[in-house]
């Protein structure tokens, strides 16, 4: 009888196991989203992109790919969302932010990156995305495509902001610290309005 009770005992720890790692994925349902799955891959892209540590050059760098990011989000809102509210900001920021990166290749393209070398703009740029992606990890994501990305877009033009104030304290060129002026008030804009959605939409 002994010898029948620990190979039922093991069989009996192996399935409550597999429950709880069954559970654990219920509950983190925010890896499952299209929208978040967009912003772990720019995470990603941020982190391979080289930095020279000119605020300018490397702020201009790393807006392009969160634009780009940003733009890939309200493609998906236009393709599965059915909010015309929703579908209306993603259409506007398309537009917006594909404007904004033809500035900053522009820019690039002509800009030698500047000393004095300034290394800890690179590390205000990485405490930004990371706590933009803390924010979103605490987000409940219903599966909704309107409601989910206009949470997950709040979090996102709020790191776009802290970048920018950052430029702006390090920055030496009118081209990147006009852009960022801009992209401030643009995106404060945009957060209020979809901080006034996502609670007429709870």
């Keep these: 009888m002994t010898r029948l009770r620990l190979p039922l005992l093991v069989l009996a720890l192996f399935g409550l196991f597999l429950a709880s790692c069954s559970k654990s994925h219920d509950m983190d349902p925010a890896h499952e989203s299209v929208y978040m799955t967009i912003m772990m891959d720019m995470m990603t892209q941020m982190d391979a ?7 300018d050059h490397d702020y201009a760098a790393q807006m392009v790919l969160h634009h780009q990011a940003a733009i890939k989000m309200a493609q998906e809102e236009l393709k599965s969302g059915t909010n015309q509210d929703m579908k209306t900001t993603a259409q506007a920021i398309i537009t ?13 393209s002509g800009h030698q990156p500047r000393t004095p070398l300034v290394p800890q703009f690179a ?55 006009t852009l960022a002026q801009a992209i401030i008030a643009d995106q404060r804009q945009e957060i209020t309005a979809l901080q006034d959605w996502l609670t007429r939409n709870k």
């Design 96 to 108: 917006k932010q594909q404007a904004e990166i033809t500035q900053f290749n522009a820019f690039l």
């Design 123 to 177: 590390q205000l740029q990485k405490a930004n995305m990371d706590k933009m992606m803390a924010s979103s990890d605490k987000r409940t994501i219903t599966g909704r495509p309107d409601y989910d990305f206009a949470q997950l877009m709040v979090d996102h033009h709020q790191a776009a902001i802290d970048n920018s104030e950052a430029l702006l304290l390090h920055g030496r060129e009118n081209t990147t610290r």
């Design 49 to 55: 992109q080289a930095k020279t540590q000119d605020p």
